[in-house]
């Protein structure tokens, strides 16, 4: 009798473990809350488990909360990008490309408000994650979603690397990574920015304080006062100096690279007046050796400035001003000696810079009865593009 019970038992046990047994190459995900931000748990038939959950890190690759993965999810689609380098020097490993996504016509893969996109060096979810930031049209119904993605890896002259887009089955966005989103494309104000892990320098002025890790205030007009709003605001002054000041400067200092922004710079309608973003020395009283885009001098003068060494001032005109645009100030190495300026990455305009110093700081100035300056609300620092021109995406065939 005991020997039978026993066999039954076993029986019992074998049937048990069948039944729960996850069948080979069947990866089984499980979706929990952690914070604001979902964890997501998947075991391939045991092999591998990823875990997205919520951490306090700033700005930092090594506390990021999405590891390498070696999970391969044979249900995700995915899109193959072709990311070509045909000019004459090497891009760097972290450069950041400029991706223009379709996201229309992956409707049917992708959530409506972007959340499930991943990039990655291996598809279908594997492989090293490579960060990405979307910039703006977040949207799975729109035809041109701006995306910046971490290159893993350097690509030689005239050479090219392929990396992978992923429709995942949960949501991915993080303000610490894979994919996040410009401050404020969410509901709540960053809350899914993670635009330190993609550029060399970033910060969306969230919160209600300048932060004093990257910016010092030294307004020198008590009615000039600085704004901190989930955005930042100069107030106007009621005078102006001789010879200029920025209100908020970057401990920093930068030189060859790209200088983005995001938010509102208005065209001066009195005399004097400059209200202008851009590269600036860090000594408050200087007004020579800068390069910066704004409203200048007096009406007329809003565009491109550049002032030498020698304090000489030229302009080009032609940006629009009055509304949110993304502005951006393309510095070369001194050789050749030439900035560009771009709204919206389009109608370039440009100036030699002979005879300036660099590397520069990054100011804001407001001076003179002309309005706010701002809200600015995301500035960053990346990488220049050989010859001022991004190496070429090309989105392969959906898997």
């Known amino acids: 009798m005991g020997t039978a019970v026993f066999i039954i038992l076993i029986a019992l046990a074998i049937v048990y473990v069948y039944i729960n047994r996850a069948s080979p190459g069947s990866p089984v995900t499980t979706t ?3 914070g604001s931000t979902n964890t997501a748990i998947t075991n391939n038939s045991g092999t591998k488990i990823v875990v997205y959950k ?9 506390n990021t909360i999405v590891k390498n993965s070696t999970t391969t999810m044979s249900a995700i689609n995915y899109v193959p990008i072709l990311i070509r380098n045909s000019a004459g020097t090497a891009l760097p490993a972290g450069f950041q490309e400029m991706l223009v996504v379709d996201s229309k016509n992956y409707s049917g893969q992708i959530s409506s408000s972007w959340n499930n996109v991943e990039f990655t060096t291996v598809p279908q979810g594997g492989g090293a994650h490579v960060f990405a930031w979307v910039e703006s049209n977040a949207s799975s119904s729109s035809n041109a979603t701006i995306v910046w993605v971490k290159l893993p890896y350097a690509i030689t002259p005239h050479n090219s690397i392929t990396i992978y887009m992923d429709f995942m089955p949960f949501a991915v966005m993080s303000k610490y990574g894979p994919t996040g989103e410009a401050p404020e494309l969410g509901r709540n104000y960053g809350a899914y920015d993670n635009g330190g892990e993609v550029f060399n320098f970033y910060d969306n002025f969230s ?3 300048l932060n004093t890790n990257l910016w010092i205030n030294s ?3 008590a009615s000039n006062p600085i704004i901190v709003r989930d955005g930042l605001t100069i107030g106007e002054a009621t005078s102006k100096q001789n010879n200029g000041y920025s209100a908020v400067l970057s401990l920093r200092s930068f030189g060859m690279g790209v200088v983005d922004f995001y938010g509102t710079l208005r065209n001066n309608s009195t005399q004097p007046h400059y209200q202008d973003v851009g590269l600036v020395p860090a000594s408050s009283n200087n007004a020579c050796n800068l390069i910066d885009i704004g409203s200048f001098v007096g009406p007329g003068y809003g565009g491109l400035q550049v002032i030498n060494s020698y304090c000489t001032a030229t302009y080009a005109q032609g940006l629009r001003f009055g509304s949110p645009q993304t502005y ?3 510095v070369p190495s001194l050789n050749p000696n030439n900035v560009t300026a771009m709204v919206n990455y389009s109608d370039p305009i440009s100036l030699s810079f002979s005879a300036i110093t660099l590397p520069q700081n990054i100011g804001f100035e407001n001076q003179g009865s002309g309005g706010n300056l701002g809200p600015i609300y995301w500035i960053r620092q990346r990488d220049y593009p050989y010859g001022g021109i991004m190496p070429q995406a090309s989105f392969g065939r959906m898997q």
């Open 207 to 209: 919160g209600t304080k």
């Open 54 to 62: 919520n951490q306090s890190s700033t700005n930092s690759t090594s």
């Open 32 to 34: 929990v809350q952690s």
């Open 219 to 221: 307004s020198q007009f």
């Open 328 to 330: 951006s100030i393309m």
